[in-house]
Nanobody, 123 residues
Framework: QVQLVESGGGLVQAGGSLRLSCAAS????????MGWFRQAPGKEREFVAG???????TYADSVKGRFSIATDNAKNTVYLQMNSLNADDTAVYCC?????????????????WGQGTQVTVSS
């Protein structure tokens, strides 16, 4: 079992930055793919960024060049650095851990989920 707890969300003005954290406990996540997803009101959950157990990274087109995912294995934590935020980035952001051998953007292929943290971007 892996427990995930997100933090770092909040209210920020358009053009600003936030760094989200996802702390894992229960088991080390070094053997898992880690993903960040978001869900805005009335919209489906969407993939934002992911890092595989081997270190490769992938991003949704909508956040490429603005968001960056990173891990700190010593702290069992994965981060999402978000820059140049805009109103379309407003959502609840969740991290997830998956045990597939490949990095995927499909929520159904992740096994563990955090509760999420709200990010609100004011324009």
């Amino acid at each position: 079992q892996v427990q995930l707890v997100e933090s770092g969300g909040g209210l920020v003005q358009a053009g600003g930055s936030l760094r989200l954290s996802c702390a894992a406990s229960g088991r080390t996540f070094s053997g898992y793919n880690m993903g960040w997803f978001r869900q805005a009101p009335g919209k489906e959950r969407e993939f934002v960024a992911g890092v595989s157990w081997s270190g490769s990274r992938t991003y949704a087109d909508s956040v490429k060049g603005r968001f960056s995912i990173a891990t700190d294995n010593a702290k069992n934590t994965v981060y999402l650095q978000m820059n140049s935020l805009n109103a379309d980035d407003t959502a609840v952001y969740c991290c997830a851990a998956g045990s597939r051998r490949y990095l995927t953007s499909r929520p159904s292929e992740y096994d563990y989920w955090g509760q999420g943290t709200q990010v609100t971007v004011s324009s």
